[in-house]
Structure formats: structure tokens, C-alpha cells
């Protein structure tokens, strides 16, 4: 059975002693940038204190894991079940790169994304990853 999402309701992993929590940011397509930082932050405080309801831990179509806090520079996430993606964010780091002809140092991180192809095609997944890549590296498209 193949569950169709109305709203887009994404999952944060939130690292706690002797665990993992994902608490859902509901309908995060109808919230601007700055709503879902501060709901996420205040999720991620209360779940680091064991504050969280049920409600506000179940459910999304997809998650964001973010290891590149701890220095992980790239690593492939497991899906949450039902869910039908979750996206592995790497550590931004200094790294060299040919622009031009010339070797530059440039800020660069790694995002994985792992789709489950029962329910999700290969394709839109790499839609999505090109529209995230396109949103770090101009970040001020998200503000409008």
C-alpha cells in the first residue's frame, strides 16, 4: 500500500543520550525559512530533554539527518519507515576545485540522498537533490 502525502512533513533527526529522535516539522511547503528554524530548534531542545509528544514524532514523507555537525564528512542514512526518502548531510570543509583552468579552494559538503524506488523514481530524487544543491549555493532564492 503506497500512502500519498497532502502536506510535505519533514523529519530532523535529533541526536539524545541513548538515542535518536526525528521530531516532523508539519506542512513545512505552507512555512517560510525562518518559522521552520524556530520550530525546529525548539523541537530539537525538547527532544534533547525527552519533552516531545508522540504526535510531534511520528508521521512525515521524508527526514534530514545531519552528521556534518560531528565532523562526518558524507554517509548514507536509512529511510524511516513509511517514509519514502531521508537526506545525509556531510561536514562543509575547504576543499580544492578546478574553476577555470585554475586550481581555487572552495567551501564544499556532501548530500546523500536514499529513496526507497518502490515508491519514489531515481529521477525525482535527483530533481531534488539539484533544487537543494541550488538553494546552498544561492542561498538568498530561499527568502523569496
Sequence with gaps: RILRMKNSDVGVAVAIDG?????????AETKTLSAISNEMRDL??????????PEEYSGGSTSISNLGMMGVRDFVAIINAPQSSIMAIGASEQRPVVRGGEIKIATQMTATLTCDHRVMDGALGAELLAAFKDFVEKPMTMLV
Design 19 to 27: 538515542g535518536l529522535y526525528a521530531p516532523v516539522i508539519k506542512k
Design 44 to 53: 530539537a531542545s525538547r527532544a534533547r530533554n525527552k519533552k516531545l509528544k
